[in-house]
């Protein structure tokens, strides 16, 4: 996946984001916060949420290519085994590093929650 | 590519060998055959292979273009041998014309043997494609494991 | 497109389903190669099955309402798969029409592929049960 690997993330995180920058991501559908806050690190042109959210729809596109090759494959339209297991794992590795992603910036927020102010 | 192909094309050797088998023991077995039902001594056939492109049903070769450098192999003609047959002087034989001469197949069992050997060689060799274009597409399925 | 068993799942069910069958006609076959006057069988359902769940997005048909049932597009599951004689077959001459080398050909090839289907199902599930287990936390 291009744009948002483990490393980029938890270099994001360990710059010391603020509070209201942390309110900014939203990687689960569950996890509501207030849209605000400015882009984060100099370098970056776009905010942390646009990056996210590109990468929940990269994933998506590719759990639905892996749909479509294993629809394929089940009804006998491409014979080429080895193209339609590795769209199909990497969809699966995408998808657990995000849920990856989203364990640690949950977790993350959850320790800032507890600071005492 | 897929391996569907190599197995289909692999299959049409298996047959095309079996074939020639089957023509190699007929000769073997008529070899001293003076009499047949259409006349004369039994003659020596053999069988013509010739290489076709790799289609699966008639709708698929109108529809599809295929693959020019994938061809499987067919038997198109089992042929007659040419050679005239050998006579033998045996005045005695039921079979004798009027000079005494008996018509026998003109088959030689050290060419068909060699034959024989040649088609068991080739089934194997067809036999071990398959196995290998089977492996090969098993240790795709590892790919996700 | 929020059902947890998708087109994809049922269309791999059904695909193993019917290369089951597939299998079993092919292994008849295989036993009666001998057989005088066995005519050999075929089983075809990839495009009956490629229609069903719709491959190309051709059959949709869009409703006004919700409410509405969904139109076009058979089920998946009640797929029947046509068995007829192998026209293909060259007949000996004690009547039968098997061709052991491609019977094989078949089998091996259709094993393959159940196993393909097998295991593409075992990883959607798994992927299903890794999200439904809170990410493996």
């Given at each position: ?117 | ?26 000769n073997l077995a008529n070899i001293n055959t003076t009499?047949t039902?259409?006349?004369g001594p039994y003659r020596r056939k ?35 041998d040419?050679r005239a047959p050998l ?16 018509a026998y197949p003109n088959i030689n ?37 | ?137």
């Amino acid at each position: 996946m291009d744009g948002l690997t483990i490393s980029s993330s938890d270099a994001l995180l360990e710059k010391g984001q603020t509070l209201r920058q942390m309110g900014q991501s939203r990687i689960s559908e569950g996890l509501k916060a207030p849209e605000m806050g400015p882009s984060v690190g100099g370098s970056i042109d776009k905010t942390f949420s646009a990056t996210l959210k590109d990468a929940v729809n990269q994933v998506n596109a590719l759990q639905k290519a892996s749909d479509i090759k294993m629809q394929e494959l089940a009804t006998g339209k491409t014979k080429d085994i080895s193209e339609v297991m590795i769209t199909a794992e990497r969809a699966d590795i995408a998808l657990k590093l995000m849920v990856q992603v989203r364990n640690k910036v949950i977790d993350a927020y959850h320790e800032i929650m507890k600071m005492q102010v | 590519m897929d391996f569907s192909s190599s197995l289909r094309i692999s299959s049409s050797g298996l047959s095309a060998q079996r074939m020639r088998m089957n023509t190699i023991s007929s000769n073997l077995a008529n070899i001293n055959t003076t009499r047949t039902p259409e006349g004369g001594p039994y003659r020596r056939k053999d069988v013509v292979f010739e290489a076709m492109p790799d289609f699966r049903t008639f709708g698929e070769m109108v529809t599809t273009r295929p693959d020019e450098n994938l061809q499987r192999v067919q038997v198109t003609d089992v042929t007659v041998d040419q050679r005239a047959p050998l006579m033998k002087y045996e005045p005695n034989h039921p079979e004798a014309n009027e000079e005494g001469m008996v018509a026998y197949p003109n088959i030689n069992m050290m060419e068909e043997m060699a034959n024989m050997l040649q088609a068991t060689r080739s089934y194997e060799a067809n036999v071990s494609a398959i196995q290998a274009s089977k492996d090969m597409a098993m240790s795709a399925l590892e790919i996700g494991r | 497109m929020s059902q947890i068993f998708d087109k994809t799942a049922q269309s791999l069910a059904s695909t193993l389903k019917l290369r089951s069958l597939r299998h079993n006609m092919t292994a008849s076959n295989i036993a009666n190669a001998e057989t005088p006057g066995y005519k050999a069988k075929k089983v075809d359902f990839e495009n009956a099955l490629a229609r069903a769940i719709d491959l190309e997005g051709l059959r949709g048909m869009s409703t006004s309402d919700p409410e509405h049932f969904i139109v076009g597009g058979g089920s998946i599951s009640n797929i029947r798969a046509e068995v007829y004689d192998n026209p293909d077959g060259a007949t000996t001459n004690d009547g039968n029409t098997v061709d052991l080398e491609s019977e094989m050909a078949t089998l091996q090839e259709n094993s393959i592929l159940y196993k393909a289907a097998l295991q593409l199902m075992n990883k959607k599930l798994g992927t299903l049960k890794y999200a439904a287990s809170d990410g493996g936390r």
